[in-house]
């Protein structure tokens, strides 16, 4: 069976800190990945989706950025931290079926920017 | 994208029948209409899709209209553990594209 997991789970950061939040996949093989965001209270917003090795489509202009280095893996990552990147991050995948692709979300990564 | 529009919000008591709308009126004719729930400080889960006719699972039912401009989400008898935020999104089929969520409707189930 497939299965998504994400971490770390919960995070404190300073502003301008570093930042890098890691997603893999496990029983399925070339999968569609996506990073949403969501804001306290808010909806989900989609970051970043990849429909393979190192193609990454940006849908939201900021500091963040997404990386594909194999094809079960899916990586978050900041430079430099800000206030408004606090949020809950979650991870999802997608295959290659014919209803409609289902989205199966990991467990969520809390991110505190203090 | 093809969007969807849904009730800010929905109130229901427990153990009555829900009805949660969704209107697509720029659905595509290969777009499945999912819906999916969102508990709270957890990942949205599946709930149930479907593309042209009804469809009915353990968790709830999908009526959709003769156009599919619009559907409606059933819980059959609501329980405390169903209050949640409820997202409709279009999927189309394939690949090579990306999925977006609206605000959804937050359902609020009184005891």
């Known amino acids: 069976s497939q299965t998504i997991h994400q971490w770390p789970a919960t995070l404190v950061q300073p502003v301008g800190s570093p930042l890098s939040l890691e997603c893999t996949v496990e029983?399925?093989?070339?999968?569609?990945l996506y990073w949403y965001r969501q804001a306290a209270g808010r909806g989900l917003q989609l970051l970043f989706y990849?429909?393979?090795?190192?193609?990454i489509s940006s849908e939201v202009p900021q500091n963040l950025s997404a990386s594909r280095p194999q094809d079960r893996q899916f990586i978050l990552s900041s430079k430099k931290l800000l206030l408004s990147d606090s949020g809950f991050y979650l991870c999802?995948?997608?295959?290659?079926?014919?209803?409609?692709?289902?989205?199966?979300f990991g467990e969520g990564s809390w991110l505190t920017v203090v | 994208d093809a969007k969807t529009t849904q009730p800010n919000s929905m109130e229901s008591n427990e153990e009555e029948p829900v009805h949660l709308p969704c209107n697509h009126s720029?659905?595509?004719?290969?777009?499945?209409i999912h819906w999916y729930r969102q508990l709270p400080s957890q990942g949205p889960e599946y709930v149930i899709h479907?593309?042209?006719s009804n469809v009915n699972n353990r968790m709830a039912s999908l009526a959709i209209a003769e156009d599919r401009k619009s559907s409606t989400l059933i819980l059959h008898r609501a329980t405390l553990r169903d209050a949640a935020v409820y997202y409709c999104i279009l999927s189309p089929r394939g690949s090579n594209y990306k999925l977006t969520f609206g605000k959804g409707t937050l359902l609020t189930v009184n005891p």
């Open positions: 720029t659905i595509s004719g290969t777009d499945y």
């Open positions: 990849s429909v393979g090795i190192g193609q």
């Open positions: 479907g593309l042209t």
């Open positions: 029983g399925t093989s070339n999968p569609n």
């Open positions: 999802a995948w997608t295959g290659q079926g014919s209803s409609g692709n289902t989205i199966y």
